[in-house]
């Protein structure tokens, strides 16, 4: 069974940096075509999709968020990170990690979620 | 970049089909996608790769994908397919997400 959870602190301030940890289980991120992404979700808003990570420790962002945002994974730990610099009330979100398979292209299995807020 | 755009909503009595299209620029080879998302819930994939589906999802859910338009069918819609509804396309390695359709089964 594939399982997937965010974890990280609930409550930033403003031009803070974001951590967000995504622990999982049943798969592995060192299997040829599996990879982890995040996505994150506004309240009442649609999904948006933020940066992927592959197997073989290829990445890829958002464009409109390239800049703000890095994405690294621990193979040994089963987990990936998410770093978001400069932190803004508008990035106050639900926030998903996912497994993406490039066979399927689509992210399969998502977590629960986690939500962050953005204020002073 | 790359946008996919959705009507914001569909109406639907149950036992009813409903239709949700999403459009994007040659949207046919992109490997359109599909996800549920219900309150306060995780998105479930419903269709990938323009017409499968994943283990699990009831054949009443249908994809096609021809020129610019992805549509998803829900067939003899139920209650419990309302829900909000996005489609996905793989561009260049990446995900882009739709505006999302909500699905309101009347």
């Known amino acids: 069974q594939i399982t997937l959870k965010e974890s990280g602190p609930t409550l930033v301030k403003p031009t803070q940096t974001l951590t967000l940890t995504c622990t999982f289980s049943?798969?592995?991120?060192?299997?040829?075509?599996?990879?982890v992404g995040w996505i994150r979700q506004p309240p009442g808003k649609a999904l948006e999709w933020l940066a992927l990570?592959?197997?073989?420790?290829?990445?890829r962002y958002s464009p409109s968020l390239k800049s703000r945002l890095t994405i690294t994974k621990d193979t040994s730990k089963n987990q990936v990170v998410l770093i978001m610099t400069n932190m803004d009330p508008v990035d106050t979100a639900t926030y998903f990690c996912?497994?993406?398979?490039?066979?399927?292209?689509?992210?399969?299995?998502w977590g629960q979620g986690t939500t962050v807020t953005v204020s002073s | 970049s790359y946008e996919l755009t959705q009507p914001p909503s569909v109406s639907v009595s149950p036992g009813q089909t409903a239709s949700i299209t999403c459009s994007g620029d040659?949207?046919?080879?992109?490997?359109a996608s599909w996800y549920q998302q219900k309150p306060g819930q995780s998105p479930v994939l419903v269709i990938y790769?323009?017409?499968k589906r994943p283990s699990g999802i009831p054949e009443r859910f249908s994809g096609s994908n021809s020129g610019n338009t992805a549509t998803l069918t829900i067939s003899g819609t139920q209650a419990i397919d309302e829900a909000d509804y996005y489609c996905?396309?793989?561009?260049?390695?990446?995900?882009?997400f739709g505006s999302g359709t909500k699905v309101t089964v009347l």
């Open positions: 996912a497994q993406s398979l490039t066979t399927i292209k689509a992210l399969d299995v």
């Open positions: 049943g798969f592995s991120l060192s299997t040829s075509g599996v990879g």
């Open positions: 990570i592959y197997w073989d420790d290829d990445k």
């Open positions: 040659e949207l046919e080879y992109k490997y």
């Open positions: 790769q323009d017409t």
């Open positions: 996905q396309a793989w561009d260049s390695s990446t995900y882009v």
